[in-house]
């Protein structure tokens, strides 16, 4: 019978993600069932490790800043890791250490650990220039040759991941991304839906303030529909904070807009809004979503990736608009407000991203991957013996 799995996770840093939320989330059930899981640090003294769960975090101490070079940092650190420890799997938490992954195998070779990547950004990028789509479509068919297995959030996402990265079926497992805790389920299945007032709105926006996420479109599409009394809040943290602030006193709003920053928990937040909001360019399937839909709120949503049909079950939980279309996301703002969703369906549909069942399927494959690595091993080992030239003497 196999033993406890050894599973190495890179991180760049504890800082607020919801790729590392995911991360640690999954970390935690792991270790929970008794494997060795170590956490790979690239960025030390991040202010949010106090808070991270209690879990083995191995980094370089260092006394200069390297977020600024994070990537070549990270294949530093985790190269520096692997060589010392060794691994019986790399579990790559998103798109962004696919790079990382692919250092590994290019500077430990045979040696490298079975490889999983979790997709967690949509691959179809229309927001890129066409030489860098052209680049990025080669960068995705190398990852196909890469890794041992590409995980992805849904079955329309497996289809795309097929047909960009050119990864044979059987590489590309369906895991629902593991959003959200068995009894942080029950907790907001609690909560009672608000009844909609006549004469205001609270819509719900969070996620990192990046340009990704689009709020400047939120923004303005708010301040062209939004009654006296509506509001918007704007969950999280991020470089563009400053930008979003001005653009909010630009369109006269400042004073309806409200920027809490990164917090612990939106379970508050889910619990005081009327409808939740999504604005994103492109997502692979965002856990925020997950949890609105897990708290019964209506959703109004950009078709940033594949799997918001089917989170929004074509209409019965959620309203689905075009991407970058601000008029269509300003109408949508209006149509929300009376929109009556599924409650029981929005909580079914959460019910699949539990945190629990993905753990146990993610390691399900991962011992197999294990154990197709020992006996690829032990065979090729087998073939060495036996080959004509291992009993010969070096020629003098």
């Not at 991040?46 to 294949?75: G, H, K, Q, V």
């Not at 949503?301 to 049909?309: E, F, G, H, I, L």
């Not at 690829?376 to 003098?396: F, K, Y």
Request: net charge positive.
């Amino acid at each position: 019978m196999q033993g406890p799995l050894r599973i190495t996770i890179p991180i760049h840093s504890l800082d607020p993600g919801g790729v590392e939320r995911v991360a640690l989330g999954l970390a935690s059930e792991w270790d929970r069932a008794g494997h060795e899981v170590t956490v790979v640090l690239g960025r030390s003294g991040s202010p949010n490790l106090c808070s991270a769960p209690a879990l083995d975090y191995w980094r370089i101490p260092t006394r200069f800043p390297t977020a600024s070079w994070e990537t070549p940092w990270m294949i530093h650190c985790l190269f520096s890791y692997l060589l010392k420890n060794g691994s019986d799997v790399l579990f790559c938490p998103g798109n962004t250490y696919a790079v990382v992954a692919a250092a590994m195998k290019v500077l430990l070779g045979e040696h490298a650990p079975p490889m999983v990547l979790k997709v967690s950004n949509a691959l179809d990028r229309p927001d890129m220039a066409p030489v860098m789509r052209r680049g990025y479509s080669r960068w995705l068919r190398i990852q196909g040759a890469l890794f041992d297995r590409l995980v992805s959030l849904s079955e329309p996402m497996r289809q795309e991941i097929c047909r960009t990265t050119l990864a044979r079926p059987q590489q590309v497992p369906v895991i629902a991304n593991p959003v959200i805790t068995r009894k942080r389920l029950r907790n907001l299945a609690k909560l009672e839906p608000r009844p909609k007032a006549a004469w205001s709105t609270s819509y719900l926006a969070a996620g990192r303030l990046a340009p990704q996420k689009n709020f400047p479109m939120l923004l303005r599409a708010f301040a062209r529909v939004a009654r006296p009394h509506d509001t918007l809040t704007i969950a999280g943290e991020g470089a563009e904070r400053p930008a979003l602030e001005e653009l909010a006193a630009t369109l006269g709003i400042a004073g309806r807009v409200r920027f809490p920053g990164h917090l612990a928990s939106i379970d508050p937040l889910l619990a005081e809004a009327d409808a939740f909001v999504l604005s994103s360019d492109y997502e692979g399937l965002p856990g925020v979503i997950v949890e609105a839909l897990a708290a019964g709120l209506p959703v109004l949503a950009t078709d940033c990736c594949v799997s918001m049909p089917c989170l929004l079950d074509r209409g019965r939980t959620g309203l689905l608009v075009e991407r970058a279309n601000e008029d269509q996301f300003a109408e949508g703002l209006v149509r929300i407000r009376q929109f009556q969703p599924d409650h029981g369906r929005a909580r079914a549909i959460a019910a699949t991203y539990e945190v629990e069942n993905a753990a146990h399927r993610y390691l399900d494959m991962m011992r197999e991957l294990s154990r197709s690595r020992r006996h690829e091993t032990h065979h090729q080992r087998a073939l060495d013996v036996m080959s004509p030239r291992a009993g010969r003497h070096p020629l003098r």
